[in-house]
């Protein structure tokens, strides 16, 4: 029997991993940003993603951070976890984890080392065998900008079949193909959107929601656009549409993760240093994004 489904409805931000001065993972951190963005309209939490440095992480530094996360969000937050790895076989390991530890869906990217030979074949089997073999609902993680792999709308449609995957996180930014996605998959099928540049017109097309790194630094403007959607109040959603460009692109392709630990705390919320290899932010880089999100 496959678990229930999910609504997945609403704004969702990939957590970032806050770091301790001896580079461990700062739980106590960690807990009072959840304890924050408990406070605004997040729908819930994707914990040990890309934008939480996942690449970085060690297993057991996943499973804490997930315990962590699960200990301190609200119980009507939805949980999200991000398992995927290189092996097929350690995905499905590490989605029965997440599910142990009671997270709700398990948010599997692109396997992309061996990337010549990740045709859609490759890819689709991938999907399926850890479908398979999860306890909680699967949702394909599509991140070309770090894989170097692209995700067809009809890959998603063939996968979209299956049924526990449940939906799609597409951070392409290529709101043609959130189109063309929506267009062939069933009604049911849940696509969110992973690009904060693209929201509102995506939200237009039909997506669901959205997984937003800037969300992290921003919940209450991401959360204010979606809900001005849902009221049909598109003049404001476009506004705070065109409010979100240069921030996105701040703490995402300009500055990358050092760029949106440091915005989190220009906020109030725990951000720390990247783990190495990524560099942390220099002056230049501080007093730019000082300037961006005081203005705000």
């Known amino acids: 029997m ?64 997930w315990e962590t996360v699960r200990d301190a969000a609200d ?33 599997v990217r692109t396997p992309a080392y061996f990337r010549p030979q990740m045709s859609e074949a490759a890819l689709e089997r991938h999907f399926r065998s850890v479908a398979d ?23 998603v449609a063939r996968l979209a079949e299956h049924p526990n995957i449940s939906g799609l996180k597409e951070s392409s930014g290529d709101v043609r193909l959130i189109g063309d996605i929506l267009r062939l998959v069933p009604p049911d099928f849940q696509v969110l959107v992973g690009s904060a540049s693209t929201l509102y017109p995506s939200l237009c097309l039909g997506a669901h929601g959205a997984v937003l790194a800037v969300a992290c630094a921003l919940p209450e403007l991401c959360v204010a656009l979606y809900e001005s959607y849902c009221r049909g109040e598109h003049a404001r959603a476009r506004a705070l549409q065109q409010q979100l460009l240069e921030p996105t692109a701040a703490v995402t392709s300009r500055y990358g993760i050092a760029g949106l630990k440091f915005a989190l705390e220009l906020r109030g919320y725990v951000g720390g240093p990247p ?7 220099d002056d230049a880089a501080r007093d730019e994004l000082s300037r961006l999100f005081r203005g705000l």
Do not use: M, W
């Open 275 to 281: 783990r190495a290899p990524l560099l942390p932010l």
């Open 75 to 107: 119980a009507e937050k939805i949980l999200i976890a991000g398992t995927g790895c290189e092996a097929t076989a350690d995905t499905i390991e590490l989605t029965r984890r997440a599910a142990a530890l009671g997270y709700h869906a398990a948010l």
């Open 133 to 155: 073999a999860s306890p909680i609902p699967v949702l394909i993680y599509s991140v070309p900008q770090f894989t170097g792999l692209d995700v067809s709308a009809s890959l």
């Open 2 to 65: 496959s678990p229930a489904p999910l609504d997945l409805h609403g704004i969702f931000p990939p957590l970032t991993t806050p770091f301790a001065a001896d580079g461990s993972v700062d739980g106590r951190g960690l807990a009072a940003n959840v304890e924050k963005y408990n406070g605004t309209g997040l729908a819930g939490y994707v914990v040990v993603g890309s934008t939480g440095e996942s690449v970085y992480l060690r297993e057991e530094e996943k499973l804490a951070v």
